[in-house]
């Protein structure tokens, strides 16, 4: 191997005195009305109880059950093991010689081009392909599924929960109401 570059020993050595390098992955999602920073909600709840404003519902998201954040990322696991190392693929079916596998089984040259597993023939071009199904297959168990399980997980707090354990938080635009507009007359 050639000799390494500073920026290279310097990553290497990092590496060597904390083991292993993990990505620190955040999602951060603030809520809050352009022209009202600062105003409590508890200010538009009164003015709807005195029918001066009206709500609508204009989205519904997902919060955290633990802490009711929106910071939310979600993901697909697998229903077999729980691993989230999971990769789409698709059932293919190259037409000149009729062989059927996962993609993933046919080996990519660099510029893309699939090389099919029983014949060797570049296949460059997707009419050459038969498509049967998408699907989603596990990295650890190589389990097959159309439907991973979805999961959840709260960046605030750390909770890791299921659909059936979120809390969906309507999301409200709003607007006076015509007592709202003769009170400002």
């Known amino acids: ?4 570059t500073r920026d290279l020993k310097e990553v290497l050595s990092k590496l060597a005195n904390i083991k292993y390098l993990s990505p620190d992955f955040k999602v951060t999602v603030t809520l809050s009305y352009p022209y009202l920073e600062g105003v409590d909600e508890s200010v538009l709840e009164d003015l709807i109880r005195n029918e001066l404003v009206v709500r609508k519902v204009v989205d519904v998201v997902i919060a955290c059950a633990k ?9 697909y696991a697998c229903p077999a093991c729980s691993s989230v190392n999971m990769i789409k693929s698709r059932l293919i079916q190259h037409v000149s010689c009729g062989y059927t596998d996962s993609e993933v089984k ?12 029983k014949c060797g ?11 049967y199904a998408t699907f989603f297959e596990c990295v650890l168990c190589h389990f097959k599924t159309s439907s991973p399980d979805i999961i959840h997980k709260c960046h605030n707090c750390g909770n890791i929960f299921k659909p059936a354990d979120a809390l969906l938080r309507p999301l409200y635009m709003y607007e006076l109401s015509n007592k709202g507009r003769e009170l400002l007359k």
């Open 1 to 4: 191997m050639s000799e390494l």
């Open 106 to 117: 046919f080996p990519r040259k660099e510029n893309g081009v699939l090389i099919c597993p």
């Open 67 to 75: 802490c009711g954040s929106l910071s939310i990322s979600t993901k």
């Open 121 to 131: 023939a570049g296949i460059s071009d997707e009419r050459e392909l038969k498509v």
